[in-house]
């Protein structure tokens, strides 16, 4: 792995424009273009692209687009009805994108106290500016210390019950594949967070957090490696196969994170 830290210790940003693979620039100049022309500057703070476009590993016609959006105000329904709109757009008129997912924020949530090592860190570290000023100036230097892990993936006790809720209500495979892919990969986001302070480094590649993971938990490998197909894969997530990871690695590896790094700080 290349190391993402920088010379003082603290986690070096992932991603960069330049980074972005030929096949996938006229999907990022194309989101720009919409993000700007949907909300324009005085509602629009910032925007950021994050995941595999702008580390350069996406796969052209698997891989999804993935936008952050921070609005200068809350977000209103009206606000969340044009990114579902700006969504749909995208990814009807690219081939290469496989789906488009946005998380809407503003920006004084980005910057608040209590987002400090979420999505701030999230900002700072995961994300590449797209439009607007950046927020990263405006928030800390971070280091993969055991508050950084407390404060990302503290919360997995929180989803199990919903994971649980939507698993008994989904009728088709498509729903199942959609549930299997967010909790895939929250799970192995979650274990890798897990032991992150220990190793020392940060990756956001999905293998790797799994065999990062491994190291440390052998006996729980495979289970992790089946995350990551799950996360990777839809159809790969059968109801068994689902259930398994949401009745057994899920409240296991909530306990271990609740015992090593606490829980993260509530939410509204």
């Known amino acids: 792995m290349e190391p993402v830290l920088n010379e003082d210790g603290t986690l070096a940003r992932e991603g960069a424009l330049d980074r972005v693979p030929e096949a996938f620039a006229p999907v990022v100049e194309a989101a720009r273009a919409c993000l700007a022309e949907t909300f324009g500057p005085a509602l629009l703070h910032s ?109 997995l006790a929180l989803l199990l019950p919903r994971w649980r809720r939507r698993l008994a209500e989904a009728t088709t495979d498509a729903e199942r594949g959609r549930l299997g892919r967010w909790v895939g990969r929250h799970l192995v986001r979650t274990g890798f967070t897990l032991v992150m302070p220990r190793w020392g480094d940060w990756t956001s590649d999905l293998d790797e957090m799994a065999a990062v993971f491994g190291g440390y938990y052998p006996r729980r490998a495979a289970q992790m490696r089946t995350a990551v197909r799950v996360g990777r894969h839809p159809a790969a997530a059968d109801p068994t196969v689902l259930g398994a990871l949401i009745e057994d690695l899920g409240p296991w590896l909530a306990a271990e994170y609740r015992a090593a790094h606490g829980v993260k700080a509530p939410r509204p």
């Open 47 to 155: 925007a950021y692209l994050y995941g595999s476009i702008p580390r350069g590993t996406a796969t052209v016609g698997v891989s999804d687009l993935d936008l952050l959006v921070a609005l200068r105000e809350e977000p209103a329904e009206a606000d969340r009805a044009a990114v579902r709109d700006l969504e749909a757009g995208l990814d009807r008129r690219f081939p290469q994108i496989d789906g488009v997912g946005t998380l809407l924020t503003s920006s004084g949530t980005l910057l608040s106290e209590r987002e400090r090592y979420d999505l701030g860190f999230f900002v700072a570290c995961l994300c590449t500016p797209l439009l607007g000023e950046d927020l990263a100036g405006r928030l800390p230097r971070y280091r993969p210390t055991s508050l950084l892990a407390r404060e990302t993936n503290g919360d």
